[in-house]
């Protein structure tokens, strides 16, 4: 199984921006998609982005789409995702995920340990 290594996470105040980014310890060949997801206190996780490996489609969520942008860089076996104007309810832990399905539908089989990012108001 794949180990995903999440970096970048910190505070941050409202409006601010900070970069996340995963590092998969073993060759990506068999990964079909990496996302990001995240989990605040009293809440279920939820994907926040997602990228098809080869052929880079991307998915947001409604509550990121403009702010947030995911890209993979397929020879470091890395993906980020660069978070603009952060508003307080982006508070939470960030997972990384990565998706080994054949035909990829949307499910994810590996997990990162999280990073903590918090928006201050």
């Known amino acids: 199984q794949v180990q995903l290594e999440e970096s970048g996470g910190g505070l941050v105040q409202t409006g601010g921006s900070l970069r996340l980014s995963c590092a998969a310890s073993e060759r990506t060949f068999s990964m079909s998609a990496m996302g990001w997801f995240r989990q605040a206190p009293g809440k279920e996780r939820e994907l926040v982005a997602s990228i098809t490996w080869t052929a880079g489609d991307t998915y947001y969520a409604v509550s990121v789409k403009g702010r947030f942008a995911i890209s993979r860089d397929i020879a470091k076996q890395t993906v980020q995702l660069q978070m603009n104007s952060l508003k307080p309810e982006d508070t939470a832990i960030y997972y990384c995920?990565?998706?080994?399905?054949?035909?990829?539908?949307?499910?994810?089989?590996?997990w990162g340990q999280g990073t903590q990012v918090t928006v201050s108001s």
């Open positions: 995920a990565a998706s080994h399905q054949v035909l990829y539908t949307g499910n994810f089989d590996s």
